[in-house]
């Protein structure tokens, strides 16, 4: 694994808009056995964007801060903006992802949501396990943000910022629940 020197700068990666919407701040990615980009292996990198992942199969290998990290199966990891990252293999995603920026959830009409445990990270936590039922209710969301990500409907971004916020609020809430009772 490289290791980045402290007074070394690391690049810094901006949400890259999809094709679908051009969107800027929001971004849904989608992985049914997808081998992800190879350009960035091994190379230690930050986000200025958050981004939340259910991985449907674990396996794959991230290194967070330094801290290596084996990917579990029906489990969230949520990432906040200027971590270090590593990607440490390319092995097959079977994952859901979204991405957004501070503007994304600073423009909804709660601005409450940039409040969130989860946004905040205060426990400094990054995955969170999922039992059976909590696993149906964020499957059930990501596929109803899926469905509004393709719509071209005039009220897609309403809904988007609908359901991302009612999932950062439950996330939060298994957030709270796990990094409180450890």
């Known amino acids: ?8 700068q690391l690049p810094v990666y901006s949400l890259v ?28 990198r930050r986000k200025n964007y958050f981004l939340i992942v259910l991985m449907r199969r674990g396996g794959s290998h991230q290194s ?10 029906n ?12 990607k440490e293999g390319i092995e097959e995603l079977w994952a859901t992802g979204i991405a957004f920026t501070m503007e994304s959830i600073s423009l909804q009409e709660s601005a409450d949501v940039a ?22 209710f964020v499957e059930d969301l990501l596929a109803k943000i899926n469905m509004e990500y393709e719509s071209s409907d005039g009220l897609k971004q309403r809904m988007l910022a609908a359901y991302l916020n009612l999932l950062l609020t439950y996330l939060s809430r298994l957030y709270v629940v796990q990094y409180t009772l450890f």
């Open 1 to 8: 694994m490289i290791i980045a020197e402290q007074t070394q």
């Open 115 to 136: 409040k969130l445990p989860i946004i905040e990270t205060s426990q400094g936590g990054h995955e969170l396990l999922l039992s059976d039922k909590d696993l149906d």
């Open 17 to 44: 808009p999809d094709r679908l919407n051009g969107n800027k701040d929001f971004r849904v990615y989608n992985f049914a056995g997808d081998l992800p980009e190879e350009s960035d292996l091994l190379l230690p």
């Open 64 to 73: 967070l801060d330094m801290e290596s990290v084996t990917m579990k199966s």
């Open 75 to 86: 489990t969230v990891y949520f990432f906040v903006p200027n971590r270090v990252m590593v």
